[in-house]
């Protein structure tokens, strides 16, 4: 009669990552476009002799989204890596 494997017998697994550029491009485009928004607005307050706000504003703006740039990043990596049990035995170890 067969014994069946143990549920924590040792399992290789083998990583891949399936990320995509495709898959953080809409991320890039936006955070580009925040960046372009608040040096538009940063040259606008420039131009009306209030250079302290501009660049408080300009500063302002990109530690504030840097955060939600950095999230996003990681989650999609996150949910882009596959863990795919292995065909191969452990080595050194009974069968």
Not at 25 to 31: K, R
Not at 66 to 74: D, R, S
Request: aromatic content about 10%; glycine content about 6%; hydrophobic content about 55%.
């Amino acid at each position: 009669m067969a014994t069946a494997p143990s549920p924590f017998a040792p399992q290789r697994y083998n990583l891949r990552c399936t990320l995509t550029f495709g898959d953080i491009y809409a991320q890039i485009l936006i955070w580009m476009a925040v960046i372009f928004a608040s040096l538009a607005a940063g040259l606008a307050l420039m131009g009306a002799s209030k250079p302290i706000v501009a660049l408080i504003g300009v500063g302002l703006i990109l530690v504030l989204s840097l955060p939600f740039l950095l999230f996003a990043f990681t989650t999609t990596l996150l949910n882009h890596i596959a863990l795919d049990p292995s065909a191969e035995q452990p080595t050194g170890l009974p069968d």
